[in-house]
């Protein structure tokens, strides 16, 4: 389990290698939201939190870190490693896209591409782990990395959130885990999923140990087979639960923050305001909504490969 005292711990000491990201108020959706612009973050998304408080948090042994992803996971523990003087080797699917691929080999990591989805790849890191003596950063399942996931709460409402209800994405549970050890009930938290990758949905209604097929727009984010054990018990306690939407409208919610707002996110990244905006998750009438925005990482690059500093 982890706890609101980890998170704390973490957000001290990861502050200085992390952007504090900037918050949003607006109307242009047609009703005020708080959003939480997380996708600006180092490499892209929420996951250089914890990928940076877990190597922070260890000691590194020579054989480096080994991590498997879909990509924006990836992309932080090579970020992080690099950041610090380690070595890492970083597994991906294919499904990962090309920026996601393109983004991970430019921060200097040893990226090894493999057929599949999330889960093939892990198979292949937890070998290599095994064989090279390499020390295993797990995206989403491990303490270190959701207690720094969590740091996204804890400065969020640092900057003032003054929400009844946040909104967030979910794939394995590592940034929502976070966010409820962060929060311990004192603001209700709205996981998101697609229909087409429905971890927590299916977990909660049929046990930690339920898996899913995972398919759609999101998956290179979203895309996880089963919910992390910490994120399902801490869901449990907290009394959290999911409402899904379908790929069609996290497309268009996509496209309404390019439109409106001129921020461009990944399918994952938007998830969360697709809810609201189709329907998914009805608010109460003068319930206070705020959207954490957690990735800015398309498929393709709207701009070409560039290197990250």
Known sequence: MVTAKEVSHAWTRIKPHVLRTPVLETDVFGMPLSLKLEQMQHTGSFKARGAMNSLLSMDVPKAGLVA??????????????????????????????EAKINLIRSLGADLIVVPGVYANALEQALAYEKDSGATQIHAFDAPGTVAGQGTVMAEWEEQGLMADTVLIAVGGGGLIGGAMAWLEGRRKLVGVEPFNAPTLTQALEHGPQTTVEVSGLAANALGAKQA???????????????????????????HRLWSALRLVVEPAGAAALAALLSGAYRPQKGERLAVLLCGANPAVSPFGPAKLQ
């Open 68 to 97: 498997a992803s879909g990509g924006n996971h990836g992309a932080a523990v090579a970020w992080a490693a690099a950041r610090l003087g380690h070595r890492a080797r970083i597994y991906v699917p294919e499904l990962a896209g």
């Open 228 to 254: 992390g054990r910490i994120c399902y018990d801490l869901a449990r306690i907290t009394n959290t639960g999911c409402v899904n939407v379908e790929d069609a409208a996290i497309a268009e919610a996509q």
